[in-house]
């Protein structure tokens, strides 16, 4: 099996999203904005703009996210999207074991 990919990659691929796709530097951010909604005034993303954020995550990552990940808030925030990642990342390896 390869080795798990650690917060802090999936957060620098994050930060390339966000940066690429938005313009926004996750790093000139104070660190408690990564806890916040995607879609509040801190943020300022629109809601059509989680719709990107899905594809690439599934692109760059090469994972699906699930419905139920979706629905229960998942791509809310930096925070819980690493979280998401993480966990589905993790499922993808186990099942290619």
């Known amino acids: 099996m390869k080795n798990s990919i650690n917060n802090e990659e ?3 691929k ?3 999203i966000f940066s690429e796709r938005f313009e926004i530097d996750l790093d000139s951010m104070p660190k408690e904005n990564l806890e ?4 509040s005034s ?3 993303l629109a809601p059509r703009n989680l719709i990107y954020i899905y594809l690439d995550i599934e692109k760059n990552f090469g994972i699906s996210i699930p ?3 979706v629905a229960t808030g998942s791509l809310s925030s930096v925070s819980k999207i690493i979280e998401m990642v993480k966990r ?3 499922k993808t390896e186990k ?3």
């Open 10 to 12: 999936i957060y620098e």
């Open 95 to 97: 099942a290619a074991v």
């Open 67 to 69: 419905d139920e990940d």
């Open 88 to 90: 589905q990342l993790y």
């Open 14 to 16: 994050l930060k390339n």
């Open 36 to 39: 916040k909604h995607l879609l």
């Open 42 to 44: 801190d943020i300022g």
